[in-house]
């Protein structure tokens, strides 16, 4: 949810795929897969996630001072409906903005196609629930659905 990481991971990662595989990626090599890249937090399902910059991150963005209200996260009184909402939305906005947007855009300018998906299994449980925010190729986790996303990833079907 930070600006900078997923530019690290994809230097650690895919900049060294790129120097081991050289001109066969983005050709023999068309395409990455992220499987439920999420932003859901570790341990208790009663947990929220947390960065340092999310508190000023939104402020900006929604408008009032989020540590006043974060009781409501977890307490069912007040104005809690909204404050969830904003709360999961800044979320889902930072997850996009520094986890999807700068991975496609890396695919992107190394001719690789974006696969995979972002879903999360305990859905209905507030964690983000979404799909295929910047993905060249969407997919799921059913496990036919998975092959078939394969296979058209890497073979294109014709008309």
Same mark, same amino acid.
């Given at each position: ?5 997923? /530019?690290?991971? #994809? ?12 001109? /066969? ?18 341990? +208790? ?15 900006? &963005?929604?408008?009032? +001072? #989020? ?5 409501? #996260? ?22 996009? +903005? ?10 992107? /300018? ?9 879903? /999360?299994? +305990?859905?209905? &449980? ?34």
């Amino acid at each position: 949810m930070q600006p900078g990481v997923t /530019e690290a991971f #994809l230097y650690f990662t895919h900049e060294t795929y790129r120097q081991i595989c050289g001109d /066969e990626f983005g050709q023999t090599i068309p395409g990455t897969f992220q499987d439920e890249a999420h932003i859901g937090p570790p341990g +208790d399902s009663d947990a929220v996630n947390f960065t340092p910059a999310l508190l000023a991150e939104f402020s900006r &963005r929604r408008g009032y +001072d #989020l540590k006043v209200h974060l009781p409501l #996260l977890f307490e069912e009184q007040g104005d809690f409906h909204r404050v969830r909402h904003d709360f999961y939305l800044t979320l889902l906005e930072l997850f996009i +903005d520094n986890w999807a947007k700068p991975y496609y855009q890396y695919c992107t /300018e190394h001719g690789l196609q974006l696969t995979g998906h972002y879903w /999360e299994h +305990d859905w209905p &449980r507030p964690r983000l629930a979404f799909r295929f925010p910047a993905s060249s190729r969407p997919s799921t986790s059913s496990r036919e659905m998975n092959i078939v996303s394969l296979i058209t990833a890497f073979f294109p079907l014709s008309n």
